[in-house]
């Protein structure tokens, strides 16, 4: 009949897995599952996250869309004194990765981009005879990401690594080694390439030009 519109509703098993997540992603990002969680701050879903009771968010915190907050405590039979300590005002970028076992502090006012992964540790590779997925994780090196700092799109910090104050990593740089505080750096593995003498920016020599 014209002038009728059907409405067309998705299977009942669509509506019940759609229920489901919401639901799931409901308990993932609830506020009381934290160890500390300040006033106005927000993850907002979907996001994984493994060890919500090792995690501490400041106030004003912002975790966008596609996180994985992977906090562990215990992995293959061994234990771990972990914790993340994420400061007030810090915002987390879509689908931004951080993997934990021992202790990752972000102080406050960074500012995380879409796609950087933040790890203190990393898979054992060393035993040729076994995959490396059975080789559990190597001991962990605490990370630190000074206040006010910059990680660009699509780079990476690695265990052990300390940013300073106001540190500039641009995209896709992979940080090995600790930042100066107001200091830019890029490439992979990371470098200075620029740097603040107390008085002016100054160029630091390097086969690519500062951003």
Request: aromatic share 6%; charged share 20%.
């Amino acid at each position: 009949m014209s002038g009728i519109r059907r409405i067309v509703r998705p299977p009942l098993h669509a509506r019940l897995s759609e229920r489901r997540f919401l639901r799931w992603s409901a308990r993932e990002t609830g506020s009381d599952r934290f160890a500390a969680i300040g006033a106005r701050s927000v993850v907002y879903p979907p996001a994984l996250i493994i060890g919500h009771h090792l995690i501490s968010l400041g106030s004003d915190v912002v975790v966008h869309p596609g996180a994985f907050l992977s906090v562990i405590d215990e992995h293959a039979g061994r234990r771990y004194d972990a914790s993340l300590t994420i400061g007030d005002g810090v915002r987390i970028g879509n689908d931004v990765v951080v993997a934990c076992c021992g202790r990752i502090e972000i102080a406050a006012r960074v500012l995380i981009a879409d796609r950087v992964f933040i790890g203190d540790t990393y898979h054992e590779y060393r035993d040729v005879e076994r995959a490396i997925v059975d080789q559990g994780l190597h001991d962990p090196r605490p990370v630190s990401i000074g206040r006010g700092a910059f990680l660009g799109i699509g780079s990476a910090v690695l265990a052990g690594v300390t940013l300073g104050e106001g540190a500039y990593v641009g995209a896709h740089a992979v940080v090995t080694e600790d930042v100066p505080a107001h200091a830019v750096v890029v490439g992979n593995p990371a470098r200075v390439v620029r740097r603040w003498d107390g008085a002016e920016w100054v160029g630091v020599e390097s086969s690519s030009p500062a951003p």
